[in-house]
């Protein structure tokens, strides 16, 4: 199975809530694929201008096809957590994100053709990256990392990442079986993914 097969049919559950972009470009390198969800509530009394309490939820989705995952990818997501998601799209540049910001979930997707080695699997499982902001009142952001390898069908996560090892288990069996894939169904429904604006 190749990897672009398998992220073909991964991003079909992501395309019913996120917004998909690809390719996508950070600090001049190519991602085949970014999504992005936005969620936002709001408590209020009789009428919404009076208004309690809103809290905005966020979650960013960047998704790497690699042949091997190395020391050197792993040092990659780290980077690109810390200087791109975290400051750029979580903070938007500023001291702290928005008022209203509740959380940032910051996913990075490794989508390997060779397995991980038992070295690379344990740092993976291990990775965290977590920041809060004004003791939480601002919310805060989490660092998710999960990979699926082609070569053995197998997932790993880290602990924060755990409740998506299910789905992507779950796309091997579909690419297997043959299931519509996301540009299948771009090409049925005459829809294309977003294209990135480049600042």
């Known amino acids: 199975m190749k990897n672009t097969d398998y992220l073909d049919r991964l991003l079909l559950p992501y395309a019913g809530t996120f917004n998909i972009y690809m390719p996508y470009e950070i600090h ?4 085949p ?4 969800f936005f969620s936002s509530v709001e408590k209020y009394v009789l009428i919404r201008e009076a208004n309690m309490w809103t809290s905005d939820s966020h979650e960013h989705i960047l998704f790497m096809t690699v042949e091997e995952v190395t020391g050197d990818t792993l040092q990659e997501v ?3 957590l810390s200087e791109y998601f975290e400051p750029k799209l979580v ?13 940032s979930y910051l996913t990075i997707a490794v989508l390997s053709q060779k397995a991980p080695s ?9 990775f965290k990256f977590e920041k809060g902001y004004l ?9 998710r990392v999960i ?6 069908e197998k997932v790993i996560a880290n602990y924060q990442a755990r409740k998506m090892k299910k789905l992507y288990k779950q796309v091997f069996s579909d690419v297997h079986a043959g299931k519509k894939t996301f540009s299948r169904e771009c090409e049925e429904e005459g829809i294309k993914p977003f294209r990135q604006e480049i600042k």
Do not use: T
């Open 33 to 36: 694929a970014y999504g992005y």
């Open 91 to 103: 903070r938007n540049g500023n001291q702290y994100p928005d008022k209203n910001h509740m959380y």
């Open 78 to 80: 780290r980077s690109l």
């Open 28 to 31: 001049g390198k190519e991602y």
């Open 135 to 143: 003791f939480n009142f601002r919310g805060f952001s989490q660092g």
């Open 118 to 126: 038992k070295e690379i699997a344990r740092a993976i499982r291990r």
């Open 147 to 152: 990979c699926a390898s082609m070569e053995d």
